[in-house]
């Protein structure tokens, strides 16, 4: 099935390069991982020293030079071979990035080079309990205690704290000018006294594991905060912007994971004369899959594209709809891939059933479809807020 792109002789030969390490572990190694309880270390450990886990991070700190293009090519690829890392989303992309941006010499030379070449891994935490996707609900505080910072609150559905060396922290400081609460960043240790998780018990099925946190007086040093203390939602949205772009990533290599089987499936499955692919019942919904998943990567290339060369509010929008559109496209191709196995569709054999519930993430995480519309209608038609 062809993929061509808009995009360079490098972009297109690093995805061959990702798809033949995605074809070397495919689904089936990353559901066995999963079944046992365990972490795809085998296939993160070849994608650092590939220096794919890197690639978007800065030469200088051991990193590929590239940007979010580049990583989320990635992921993509990764996906589509049926093995997507879902903490790439979180260690490079979202906290990588935020740390490449806005952190101190000194955090970057401690986190970069172990994030590029996967010895370091973080996670990132801003969802809680009561705020759901509204950031400005966010109820973990940090305060001054000397030179000390005091962090207390709570988080749910944060990834992968477990393997996690450290999680990127979203509370709320007091803004020295104006007195309100804006959003800022802690680099936590797994181990700080105070910082404690319970597994969340999920239906879905996935070697990443989901955690609430609880920050019960956690004492941190003043080095621990990212940036500036009254930066806001620059910093923040410098995280969730490419944490909006990689998940439009893996929702277009899932959807094209599964509409792959479909097709490959369609060509071969003979009830009658001729292969279940020639009825356009079949075969027009499989092609209007194909060009959704199409104009969401399209739409994935436009965001990445804004975000690396620093257009910070038109990488937002775009990458709303990036994700918008991927989440969408994912549901229908895994849908209508699974629909036309018929039967075969929920059986182990060929994998597919379980992405029934997966594809469902990327129309949820990390912010719902209903959230993305109201950005668009009030930012973008300058409709009014109805929230």
């Not at 070849?46 to 990583?71: F, H, M, N, T």
């Not at 996690?164 to 800022?184: K, N, Y």
Request: aromatic share 6%; proline share 4%.
């Amino acid at each position: 099935m062809s993929s061509a792109t808009i995009e360079t002789p490098e972009h297109k030969a690093l995805r061959t390069a990702v798809a033949a390490l995605g074809q070397k572990y495919g689904r089936e190694y990353l559901a066995r991982v999963a079944r046992e309880g365990g972490h795809p270390d085998e296939l993160w450990a070849d994608a650092a020293k590939l220096g794919y886990l890197g690639v978007s991070l800065p030469e200088e700190y051991g990193g590929g030079g590239g940007g979010i293009a580049e990583l989320s090519i990635v992921l993509e690829e990764l996906g589509a071979a049926g093995c997507p890392l879902l903490m790439m989303v979180v260690s490079p992309a979202i906290c990588g990035t935020v740390i490449s941006r806005f952190g101190t010499e000194d955090q970057k030379r401690t986190w970069l080079p172990g994030l590029a070449d996967g010895s370091l891994t973080m996670a990132f935490g801003i969802t809680e309990p009561d705020a759901g996707s509204n950031s400005h609900r966010i109820t973990t505080t940090a305060r001054r205690d000397g030179d000390d910072w005091i962090l207390t609150g709570r988080k749910v559905f944060i990834s992968g704290v477990d393997i996690a060396d450290a999680t990127l922290i979203v509370g709320r400081t007091e803004d020295a000018r104006s007195g309100r609460l804006v959003p800022c960043l802690f680099i936590v240790p797994r181990e700080a006294p105070g910082f404690t998780r319970s597994v969340i018990d999920m239906e879905l099925q996935a070697a990443e594991k989901q955690f609430e946190l609880v920050l019960d007086d956690v004492r941190l040093p003043s080095s621990a905060l990212v940036g500036d203390e009254d930066a806001g939602l620059l910093q923040l949205f410098a995280g969730l912007n490419p944490e909006r772009i990689m998940t439009a990533a893996f929702a277009i290599g899932m959807g094209r994971y599964a509409l792959a089987k479909a097709v490959d499936y369609a060509k071969t499955r003979q009830v009658w004369k001729d292969p279940i692919g020639a009825h356009q019942a079949l075969a027009h919904p499989l092609a209007a899959a194909h060009i959704e998943l199409e104009l969401a990567r399209l739409m994935m290339q436009k965001a990445a594209h804004l975000y690396d060369a620093g257009d910070d509010m038109g990488a937002g929008e775009a990458a709303n709809m990036a994700k918008y559109a991927a989440g969408e496209a994912c549901v229908r191709a895994v849908d209508q891939s699974v629909h036309t196995l018929g039967g075969n569709g929920l059986t182990r054999e060929y994998g597919l059933a379980s992405l029934i519930t997966a594809s469902r993430v990327a129309r949820i995480a990390p912010v719902s479809r209903e959230m993305i519309l109201n950005f668009i209608s009030h930012q973008t038609l300058g409709l009014p807020k109805s929230y």
